[in-house]
């Protein structure tokens, strides 16, 4: 039999995100529901569950109804343990905004809001995050969408070209979460479906004043490339775009067919989602016929369109942000044993 290599305190972390899971999804856990959900000993839960409890991660809620002896507790997750911070800057209609979420652990957004601003710097970010944290004091960490890309918490590239160079966290003095907006908005888009079996996906996302961007997902997981930078495709240089080519229907959607066409032919994924403001069924099913015309069935993907993006990025970006509080820790099989 294959054993699991990882460490004690791994392992711990493994058995207590099993366990933060399971209670997430029911309002009512018992430490023997819970055993026998999970697998994991009578022991060994309740001992997360005293670790969870003290901490105030979960509530004890009642007691559970006698089965002839001593009723089993209760326990509820506590969705307001910590809150996140979502923010990211967009363009609309020639306007430039910051969109600003905060949310707790489950799915209730506590603040919504889309804020016009007169230009995106760090003293803006700043500014935005110290309002919150003021309104809202149980956030502890801020995800942070960026058109371009980074290395960890530092800015290498942004289409705002004076938070490039920026680690986020140094300056702000509270974790920072900062990745690709497309990235986000596939992870978001994934979460949203509550993961899928395809092989591959691809999310592109066309905004009003910048050439387009996509992020590519291989099984739930996102593939960023050695550098960070996989999905850069603006810099597929035999697809030109430029403001007007999203207002004329006819050489987007062959524009648009022709970068799934070299796309489909290099990666073969399952599907390809795409989405923009201005995009409409019309504009699928053009793409759709013009692909299904030049490419074999072996490459022929499904295109499908989604209206939401924000949304989607919003959902990512609080999936990052949890991540980094309960980071996700896999145990490898070791092939020595």
């Known amino acids: 039999m294959e054993k699991l290599k990882g460490n004690s305190i791994a392992i711990k972390e493994v058995n207590i995100n ?45 007691q559970g109804k006698s089965t002839g002896g001593r009723p089993a507790k209760e326990y509820s997750y506590n969705f307001d343990f910590f809150h996140c911070l979502m923010l990211f800057p967009f363009e609309k209609n020639n306007i430039t905004y910051f969109s600003i979420c905060v949310s707790n652990l489950g799915k209730t957004n506590l603040w919504k809001e889309e804020r016009a601003v007169n230009k995106i710097n760090l003293n803006n970010i700043k500014n935005i995050i110290k309002e919150m944290l003021g309104r809202f004091p149980k956030i502890k960490v801020v995800g942070f969408g960026n058109a371009g890309t980074n290395e960890n918490d530092t800015i290498t590239f942004s289409d705002y070209s004076c938070l490039e160079g920026l680690n986020l966290t140094k300056e702000l003095e509270i974790p920072v979460v900062i990745e690709n907006d497309v990235n986000s908005a596939a992870i978001g888009f994934n979460k949203r479906k509550g993961g899928n079996n ?19 997902l291989l099984n739930n997981k996102l593939y960023k490339g050695q550098t960070n930078c996989a999905g850069e495709i603006s810099n597929i240089k035999h ?21 799934i066409e070299i796309m489909s032919a290099v990666l073969n994924p399952t599907c ?29 993907p499904a295109i499908y369109l989604t209206t939401n993006y924000t949304d989607d990025l919003i959902l990512g970006l609080k999936e990052l942000c949890i991540n980094r509080i309960f980071p996700e820790i896999l145990l490898t099989r070791n092939k020595n044993y």
């Not at 395809?198 to 590519?216: H, Q």
């Not at 006819?250 to 524009?255: A, G, L, R, S, T």
Request: glycine share 4%; proline share 5%; net charge negative.
């Open 272 to 300: 390809f989602i795409l989405s923009g403001n201005f995009l409409t069924e019309k504009h699928i099913n053009q793409i759709s016929s013009l692909c299904s015309n030049s490419l074999p069935n072996t490459l022929r």
């Open 18 to 62: 099993i366990i933060r899971e399971a209670i997430k999804n029911n309002p009512f856990a018992t430490k023997p529901s819970l055993a026998k959900e999970t697998g994991l000993t009578s022991a060994t839960v309740g001992t997360i569950l005293n670790e969870l409890l003290a901490q105030n991660e979960i509530l004890e809620i009642n």
């Open 239 to 259: 697809v030109l775009w430029n403001k007007n080519i999203y207002n004329d229907f006819d050489n987007f959607c062959k524009n648009s067919a022709e970068l």
């Open 198 to 216: 395809n092989l591959g996906t691809v999310y592109i996302y066309f905004p009003e004043s910048y050439p387009p961007g996509s992020a590519l």
